[in-house]
């Protein structure tokens, strides 16, 4: 063999490897991962919002699910197992803070509860005196642990279909309180006024209650957010963002690997400033986040851009609207078309130049 011959063989190989990566990186799209392009966001836990005045606050509920709600509150006396004289939550210490009323969501194996905590067990204080009426309880819901229940209590415990009015009364080193569950994880839209010391509807103890707290699960555990004590709150199910979406548009056909459009007018219909994200999702997967803050009443348009790697029909969600979309086989498309198509056809007549010579 030649030296020609010699480099003609390896300038032949040389094309044939150019033309294989070009190839690939040509029409590799084609071939689908079956996944949307972006990664997936977690889903969110159940969230509520308790609004007080123009404060809004999201909260989400305490508990992993692995106790009822009256293992996990532990109320004792004599008569239960374990017993105590002190008539107390041993359940929630953790939570217990003196001189500070608490209330929560908690997540336990027979549902959602909502919890009430007056003062701390074993604490400083000196006792208390709390009335709080509740409007709106679900009509299947009950309250599942009364503290205190017992004969000759100073508590009153008043129910009356879907309201309750009760009172606390408890002595120093002692905490008090009540559990209400059923009904919550539907639609809520629960009243809670309270009435704190002198304004409660009888006093016993010379006590006070100086903060009033509603308690929200974290990743580490558990935030607090004071409330005025002086007005009522509303507890209601979905968090404390209201929007709409008015309008969803998408591009309605595309090509496996194209880039995808999509837009979506996004209005406040809510009566408080709102900042959230609104996402969008394919098939179930998030593959954008957007923030946005509007004033009650106010419109805004957002829009993305992202890819699908296989072909199929998609479900494109943003907010409550959905619409879909049809992503055909870029390999359907004819080879000549396209930029990848025209390199290959470039490294084609490279080669058949080199075979002339």
Known sequence: ??????????????????????TALAFGTAVGVGTVAGQS?????????????????TIEPLGDGSQSVEEFYDY???????????YSSFGTTHLQEDDTSSLFLYEGSDGV???????????????GAVTMQFDGLPEDGEWAVEDDSYDGRYDEFDHSGDSSRITWAYTDGRNDGAAFRGGLEDDVDLTIEPAFNDAADFRVYEGEITD??????????????????????????????????????TDGTVTAGDPVDITATVTNDGERTISTEIPFVID????????VTLEPGETATLSTTTTVDEAGTYAVEVGDRTTEMTVTDSGDRMPGFGVGAVILMAALGVLFVRYRG
Not at 7 to 21: H, K, N, W
Not at 41 to 52: F, I, K, N, T, W
Request: net charge negative; charged share 20%.
């Open 212 to 249: 009033w707290q509603v308690l929200s699960a974290t990743e580490d555990g558990h935030e607090r957010t004071s409330l005025d004590m002086s007005e009522p709150i509303d507890l209601r199910s979905g968090g404390c963002t209201s929007y709409a979406i008015s309008e969803l548009e």
């Open 1 to 22: 063999m030649t030296l020609r011959d010699n480099i003609s063989v390896i300038g032949t190989c040389s094309v044939l490897a150019a033309i294989a990566a070009v």
């Open 41 to 57: 966001a977690p889903s969110d836990a159940d969230e509520y919002a308790v609004v007080q005045g123009d404060e809004c606050y």
């Open 284 to 291: 179930g997967e998030t593959v954008d986040e957007q923030e």
């Open 76 to 86: 004792r006396t004599p008569n239960t197992t374990p017993s105590s004289y002190d």
């Open 113 to 127: 509860s909502l919890v009430v905590l007056h003062d701390q067990y074993n604490g400083s204080s000196a006792g």
